[in-house]
């Protein structure tokens, strides 16, 4: 049994990215998306014609490379907290960028 899926048919192949075009998004080497999609526990699918390349869901890849928010600004006298880095970061996955 896998945790691979084959695309829903609703969908257009062209709403996939593969695991090196999100690694190329994101600016992490394929290694490093690989932990990320087990970190984040990310829905991974197989290609119809080659079962062995595995796909993501290009809006999942792209909310991933949006920048969070940054933290609220300090009242005066006080420090500002530092701004949150990428979800995915948080678990040190990309920490050599």
């Known amino acids: 049994m896998t945790d691979e899926a084959r695309p829903p048919s609703g969908r257009a192949l062209s709403d996939y990215v593969t695991m090196q075009e999100a690694a ?5 080497s394929r290694f490093q998306m690989s ?3 087990k970190r984040l526990k990310l829905k991974v699918f197989e290609t119809p014609a080659d079962r062995r390349r595995r796909l993501l869901l290009r809006e999942e890849v792209e909310r991933l490379a949006q920048p969070r928010p940054k933290a609220k600004a300090a009242q ?3 420090q500002a907290p530092p701004s949150l880095p990428a979800p995915w ?3 040190g996955v990309g920490a050599a960028l």
């Open 89 to 91: 970061l948080q678990h």
């Open 35 to 37: 932990s990320v999609v």
């Open 24 to 28: 190329d998004i994101l600016g992490v």
């Open 76 to 78: 005066p006298g006080k």
